[in-house]
């Protein structure tokens, strides 16, 4: 049989660069997953993609390079993701950018496909989410867009596959196809063009006195839209596209005046002409989309704009929103103790072998007690208490982000942060921060201004993470199971809903704070969508949330237990006198606890599980019942017996749920905030805000609580 030799790529100078950009939620990580084979995380909310992501494929020999930009609404430089994109397709030299389109609210996306268009470059708009348009009752007619845009159209749905292959034919040939030349010139009022005009060939002659390397028309165009729109100054703006300094822009600082002027005359200062730059844009992709677009079936909007205007509408939207999320934490209650149970006995049994295994191998007792009571019970106790709420509450949460509720959830609290100096978005910044308060951190790229990400980097730890949040179910019932044996998980779960209310307000209060003082806003100008609702792939959505997100979150955290419970297990066990270490350290803070209204082995714990807060609980009973090694207890109602035992009462089980919600970051976080910021002293700050604000909140509790205790003693 004669062999078929492959086809021999082509050489490394002819592969190709490709650009993804578009708005949030548009599609754009399931079209980069579908170009390139990769699996990045595809959500419906704004700002999932916060970062660059890279992939690769091969069609008819030739190899192209893909880059996933992050989701914007504009090219602006008002956020981190806006500059990142901005700074992408300006310098480097892309052979084609990829606008991705959501074809169900094209008017809206047609902005930026604008704005990308002005910069020049070949330039592909695809047509995203066309089967949805269809069944909401959309036809946009493809050529007539083309026609209007002067750029290359493909309609798709980036889920089937025939559509991803008629993507990459139409990428094959799309930069023989551009010719959007002057096509956005229309778009502005005639002397706004001509002060484009005269602005880039200022511009031009400030490049040609410094002998900097050319650069096109139309990023000289760019740069010249960009010196009018921009409210920062204008040499930092133009220094950021040309790579010239302040002092270089004689020519234009001359020109910009001059305009200056003229606009005066005219009646209008800078801010009426971003503004009239701004609605010409919107106008101009408005008529684009009239012209394009439309419906034959108008029911299913109807429908779904009467569900938005209930999970959106003041009262009765916040109420839904604490229905759902208390739903979601009521099943993740009552679906995670029988397995946590079922996974401490059978780590129990491993135990048992584990043990003969190491008495075979004859190692020394203490080496034995080390990988037993240290490292393998530290390990096991996070797997059992961690494991079953995450593999619970991570699916059924990631349900709802494609499902499109949590943009709803931003809406019903975008008011309250816009009172506080910020905006919705950091409401979704804390959302990701209920997985995992690292993840919260990286997403709080999406805050549309610096002081801005940097209030809602210090205050994504008020809301509890998964690690605390497991501490939280279990020390909810100790408080329960004292105050009324045989709770139903119901009550519970309103508990802990009730926690994570608090958690919010103190996140506004803190946001508050900061905006009037350290960092200084105006009101947000960011922009809310509300996506179209979307049916999940559920069992999709249950393997990525289990693999991507919950194996991963744990994995992490037994990173940093397993040699915590190393030291753990050493300072139990080094004796000073008649005490082991960690007796004299809770005896030594045993003074600082009783003012907080604690002891000092709580303080001591919380201390030890700086590395991951799953081990605080353990370490306490640890402590308690002076053993040489972590304690699995089960049951609440066995916990608040050990608790009793040693001085706990209602006070102490409430102060000590208070400083479960506000204390420290885990180590992940502080070096995932070092890492956002490159600032050490902001980690510094991001731990001691919310320890601060518990400790604050512990002492008006113990106040209360003595002085209530003092009036019943003398009545």
């Known amino acids: 049989m004669k062999k078929h030799n492959k086809p021999k790529k082509r050489a490394a100078s002819e592969s190709k660069t490709l650009l993804l950009a578009g708005n949030p939620n548009v599609g754009k990580s399931t079209v980069f997953n579908a170009l390139t084979g990769l699996k990045q995380h595809t959500g419906n909310w704004t700002g999932k993609t916060v970062e660059l992501a890279r992939g690769g494929f091969v069609f008819e020999d030739l190899s192209y390079t893909v880059y996933d930009l992050p989701g914007t609404y504009s090219l602006n430089f008002n956020s981190a993701e806006e500059k990142v994109a901005s700074d992408f397709i300006l310098n480097n030299n892309c052979d084609l950018t990829i606008v991705v389109v959501d074809a169900t609210c094209l008017g809206r996306n047609l902005i930026l496909a604008l704005q990308i268009l002005e910069m020049g470059g070949d330039v592909l708009i695809c047509l995203n989410l066309m089967d949805e348009a269809k069944r909401r009752g959309i036809e946009i007619d493809a050529s007539e867009l083309e026609k209007e845009l002067g750029a290359p159209v493909v309609a798709i749905a980036a889920k089937n596959k025939r559509d991803i292959l008629k993507l990459k034919e139409k990428i094959r040939s799309a930069q023989s196809q551009n010719r959007n030349g002057d096509a956005t010139r229309n778009i502005y ?61 004689n020519h234009t600082r001359q020109e910009l005046k001059k305009i200056e002027s003229e606009l005066e005359f005219m009646g209008m200062d800078p801010k009426d002409l971003r503004e009239t730059i701004s609605a010409s844009r919107a106008a101009a992709a408005k008529r684009i989309s009239d012209g394009c677009v439309s419906f034959t079936n108008g029911k299913r909007r109807e429908r779904n704009l009467k569900i938005d205007k209930r999970l959106t509408s003041g009262r009765a939207g916040v109420l839904t929103m604490l229905l759902f999320f208390g739903a979601l934490i009521w099943l993740t209650v009552c679906g995670a103790n029988y397995p946590s149970t079922l996974l401490s006995g059978f780590f129990e049994w491993v135990k048992f072998y584990l043990e003969k295994a190491l ?30 709420p995450m593999a619970i509450f991570f699916p059924l949460f990631t349900l709802l982000e494609d499902l499109g509720y949590l943009p709803r959830v931003a809406f019903n609290l975008d008011s309250c942060f816009k ?72 009550g519970r779960a309103a508990l802990i809903l009730g926690a994570i209310t608090l958690s919010v307000g103190a996140a506004l ?55 915590a419970g190393v030291l753990i297990w050493l300072l139990a066990n080094v004796q000073i006198g008649d005490a ?122 113990t106040g209360i609580y003595k002085a209530v205790e003092l009036i019943f003693t003398v009545c």
């Not at 390397?213 to 703006?237: C, F, G, M, Q």
């Open 509 to 563: 209060l803190a946001t508050k704070i900061l905006s009037k003082t350290v960092y200084k806003t105006d009101n947000s100008r960011s922009v809310l969508e509300l996506p179209p609702y979307r049916k999940p792939q559920i069992w999709k959505t249950i393997y990525r949330s289990v693999f991507d997100r919950t194996l991963f979150v744990l994995c992490r955290a037994l990173v940093s237990a397993l040699p």
């Open 419 to 490: 009172r506080c100096g910020t905006g919705g978005k950091q409401a979704l910044t804390l959302c990701m921060g209920l997985g995992c308060n690292a993840v919260g951190v990286v997403g709080c790229r999406i805050m549309p201004t610096e002081n801005e990400r940097k209030i809602a980097l210090l205050t994504n730890s008020f809301i509890p993470c998964n690690g605390k949040f497991a501490l939280i179910i279990t020390v909810s019932g100790v408080i329960l199971a004292a105050a009324k044996p045989g709770i139903s998980t119901f």
């Open 189 to 249: 009022p005639r002397f706004i063009n001509n002060a484009l005009d005269d602005i880039s060939e200022a511009l031009e002659s400030d490049l040609i006195e410094n002998k900097t390397s050319d650069i096109s028309d139309s990023a000289k165009r760019y740069a010249a839209l960009s010196a009018l729109t921009d409210p920062r100054s204008v040499s930092e703006r133009l220094s950021e596209i040309t790579g010239l300094k302040g002092a270089q822009f």
């Open 359 to 388: 008495e075979l191998l004859k190692l020394p007792e203490p080496a034995v007690r080390l990988i037993i009571d240290g490292a393998y019970t530290t390990v096991t106790w996070i797997i059992a208490v961690m494991l079953p």
């Open 580 to 701: 082991s270490i960690l007796n004299w350290a809770g005896r030594f803070l045993d003074p600082i606890g009783s003012i907080l209204g604690i002891d000092g082995f709580i303080i001591l714990a919380f201390i030890l599980s700086l590395p991951a807060n799953e081990i605080m609980l353990p370490i306490l009973i640890m402590c308690y019942l002076q053993t040489s090694g972590m304690q699995d207890v089960s049951g609440a109602a066995n916990l608040a017996e050990i608790f009793s035992a040693h001085g706990w009462t209602i006070l102490t089980a409430v102060n000590v749920l208070i400083l479960t919600l506000f204390h420290s970051p885990c180590c992940t976080t502080l070096l995932t905030i070092i890492r956002e910021t490159g600032n050490k002293l902001m980690a510094l700050y991001a731990a001691l805000l919310p320890t601060a604000f518990g400790v604050g909140m512990c002492l008006l509790t």
